[in-house]
């Protein structure tokens, strides 16, 4: 997470948000596991006028190739911004815009300490069909391409990628399906 020299006043407006902001209402079901979730429309309308109400303002942006940017931003010039990637597992329009949807309403919701789950319409962004109940394999999170990837970046004598490859490293490894048993033991050893 990045953030401004100063959070007082953004954490105050973060505080009465939180105190106003309304239940967010699950009106879609899963296709895959019949769960209800809140849809990213939802969200936003819920979170708008609270939002403003305080101050608030949310800005997010698809940045290189798979990652979201979430900033938050209070008007008296406080910030809080934090990024991270998700790799669609089916990389074609549908799949990549599916994606976003997901990682900007769980962005939302983790940034703005909101109730939106018990969610696993992911399975949209992960290639699944409506009534294939796909089980998620290992493959689905770390490819070997990925695997690769992360290891040249812990192997890196420049601080930034070795940073990048350890953020990676973590959140593969905190996945229920992360990645295979010999990708987490190689790596590991690598992780300073």
């Given amino acids: 997470m990045e953030k401004s020299l100063s959070i007082i006043k ?4 973060l505080c009465k948000f ?7 209402p699950k009106t879609e079901t899963n296709p895959f596991f019949k769960n ?7 969200i936003l309308d819920v979170i708008r006028e609270p939002l403003f109400n305080n101050g608030l303002s949310i800005v997010q942006f698809p940045k290189g190739k798979n990652e979201l940017e979430t900033m938050l931003m209070h008007t008296s010039g406080e910030w809080m911004s934090c990024s991270y990637e998700m790799t669609p597992t089916k990389n074609d329009p549908q799949g990549l815009g599916s ?3 997901y990682q900007r309403r769980y962005a939302l919701g983790s940034v703005l300490s909101l109730n939106i789950d018990i969610d696993d ?6 290639g699944n069909k409506p009534g294939e109940k796909k089980e998620p394999t290992i493959e689905t ?3 070997e391409k990925q695997f690769k990837e992360v290891k ?3 192997n890196s004598d420049i601080a930034e990628e070795y ?3 350890k953020k990676n490293f973590i959140a593969f490894s905190t996945l229920p399906f992360g990645m295979k048993k010999e990708y987490k033991t190689e790596l590991e050893s690598l992780v300073k």
């Fill in 10 to 13: 953004i954490a105050e407006a």
């Fill in 18 to 24: 939180q105190g106003e902001v309304q239940k967010i």
């Fill in 36 to 42: 209800k979730y809140a849809d990213l429309s939802s």
């Fill in 99 to 101: 994606t976003i949807t």
């Fill in 121 to 126: 319409d992911g399975n949209k962004g992960s």
């Fill in 141 to 143: 999170w770390m490819t």
């Fill in 152 to 154: 040249t970046l812990l």
């Fill in 163 to 165: 940073e990048k490859g």
